[in-house]
């Protein structure tokens, strides 16, 4: 798996579309399900605040389906800095974004970080 | 050489960004001009720019007072194109343009009120400012903000402006020959 992040508006997945051969894209932003068919799955931060308010393990979840995802390309959106929010389910949210983070980017083969539309590889 | 400098608040951007300018100012032997780019709202802004006239002096800058169309400094005559210009910051710029104050007449003892009009043709035209600047001029350092690793939840107009500044600082980045992060006064060298 390559796992790409960055703030947002920054342009991961014009990043992921120009170093990954692909076909299909999954977009998550809206709280869906990924579909590990798709080449490239991004707004994965859609998918956990999803999880966050069902009370579902984000990181649990992608364990347990490592297999299905193996040669993916992942872009999720790094929320990690500012204020921890006032709210309580979103700073739920933030904090199993993380986890989740720090989890894939463990197991990714490649970590690529993006900053105004650059792509630099950490991993 | 144009660059682009960004990263967090009160992280030596300014800093940084003042001496690339003036060495490379000295380094050509041309002129060196700050854009200042503020409108001062209260007693605070008026505060912070004092401190950056005071933390500027003695650097040889020439102040040129642009807050709003930037372009407009390429068609000034007195402004030598050649010189290497500072300027800070595109997120000042983006907001000025974006978010109008205009002074309406108020109703209490002929006070005047500020009236914010949200202009939404200025995210294009500024992200088009900037990049035409750095190509007439060639010698600029630009000064932008890293304001989106966060949770983002704000208005609708503040996300909008968090997306324009996006936009803008990627298509200097493209335009730019250097991009430089700063990290609490280190630099790390993107492009």
């Given at each position: ?6 703030g ?6 014009d990043?992921?579309?120009a170093n990954h ?7 998550c932003?809206?709280g869906r399900?990924?579909?590990f068919d798709?080449d490239?799955?991004c ?8 999880c966050?308010?069902t009370g579902?393990?984000?990181r ?5 389906r490592?297999e299905?995802?193996k040669n993916?390309?992942f ?5 990690s800095?500012?204020?921890?929010p ?10 199993m974004n993380g986890r989740?983070?720090l989890y ?19 991993k | 050489?144009n660059v682009?400098?960004?990263g967090?608040?009160k992280n030596g951007?300014s800093y940084?960004a003042?001496k690339l300018?003036r060495d490379r100012a000295?380094?050509?032997?041309k002129?060196?001009?700050?854009i200042a780019t503020?409108i001062p709202?209260?007693?605070e802004d ?9 933390e ?12 709003t169309d930037?372009t407009a ?6 402004v030598?194109?050649?010189g ?8 000042a710029?983006?907001?000025n343009e974006?978010?109008?104050r205009?002074?309406t ?15 939404e043709t200025?995210?294009?035209r500024?992200k088009?400012?900037m990049?035409?600047?750095?190509k007439?001029t060639g ?6 903000d890293?304001?989106?690793g966060?949770m983002?939840?704000?208005s609708e107009s ?7 500044l996006a936009a ?16 609490y006064?280190?630099a790390?060298?993107w492009?």
């Amino acid at each position: 798996m390559h796992l790409i992040f960055g703030g947002a508006y920054q342009g991961k997945l014009d990043c992921a579309k120009a170093n990954h051969t692909y076909e299909t894209i999954c977009d998550c932003s809206d709280g869906r399900e990924p579909d590990f068919d798709a080449d490239i799955i991004c707004g994965i931060e859609g998918f956990v605040m999803q999880c966050a308010k069902t009370g579902t393990e984000a990181r649990k979840y992608f364990e347990e389906r490592e297999e299905l995802w193996k040669n993916k390309v992942f872009v999720i959106t790094d929320t990690s800095q500012g204020v921890v929010p006032i709210d309580k389910d979103v700073r739920a949210f933030r904090e199993m974004n993380g986890r989740l983070m720090l989890y894939l980017a463990d197991k990714a083969e490649t970590v690529t970080r993006v900053f105004c539309g650059i792509g630099k590889r950490l991993k | 050489m144009n660059v682009l400098i960004s990263g967090g608040c009160k992280n030596g951007k300014s800093y940084y960004a003042q001496k690339l300018a003036r060495d490379r100012a000295r380094a050509l032997n041309k002129p060196l001009y700050y854009i200042a780019t503020m409108i001062p709202r209260d007693e605070e802004d008026r505060a912070r720019i004092r401190r950056h006239l005071s933390e500027r002096d003695g650097w040889g800058f020439e102040t040129l007072e642009q807050p709003t169309d930037l372009t407009a400094l390429l068609e000034d005559l007195n402004v030598d194109k050649e010189g290497v210009f500072l300027l800070d910051s595109v997120t000042a710029i983006m907001e000025n343009e974006m978010f109008q104050r205009v002074e309406t007449a108020g109703s209490l003892k002929g006070k005047s009120n500020i009236e914010i009009v949200y202009d939404e043709t200025a995210k294009d035209r500024v992200k088009a400012d900037m990049v035409a600047f750095a190509k007439g001029t060639g010698n600029t350092v630009f000064v932008s903000d890293g304001i989106y690793g966060d949770m983002g939840e704000y208005s609708e107009s503040t996300e909008d402006y968090r997306k324009a500044l996006a936009a803008a600082d990627r298509a200097l980045a493209e335009a730019c020959d250097e991009v430089i992060e700063i990290t609490y006064g280190l630099a790390e060298q993107w492009k």
